[in-house]
């Protein structure tokens, strides 16, 4: 079973910026996908942002140009940086990873943009 663990949520003006990091209890080299996905109150879970094991990334249209997501092997974890954030960015984000064609989510962790 493998275990993630996020951090970096937080309380952010708008305009600032935010680094999430999300890190796996194991190797992530093998990675089929890692990403991010948010939710906010009432509404669905969605994609912010993933990362294939080839390299490509593929962002949702309303983060394009402010969000980065990277990864750090040797660390088995992804981060999300996010930038230039907006009060619709408000929600928790929860981390994800598709590891030998298994999924897994982490707990999430409260992003908060004030205007």
């Known amino acids: 079973q493998v275990q993630l663990v996020e951090s970096g949520g937080g309380l952010v003006q708008a305009g600032g910026s935010l680094r999430l990091s999300c890190v796996a209890s194991?190797?992530?080299?093998?990675?089929?996908?890692m990403g991010w996905y948010r939710q906010a109150p009432g509404n669905e879970r969605e994609l912010v942002a993933r990362l294939t094991r080839s390299g490509t990334t593929n962002y949702a249209d309303s983060v394009k140009g402010r969000f980065t997501i990277s990864r750090d092997n040797a660390k088995s974890t992804v981060n999300l940086q996010m930038d230039s954030l907006k009060p619709e960015d408000t929600a928790t984000y929860y981390c994800y990873l598709n590891l030998m064609d298994r999924e897994y989510w982490g707990q999430g962790t409260l992003v908060t943009v004030s205007s």
């Open positions: 194991m190797s992530i080299f093998s990675m089929n996908v």
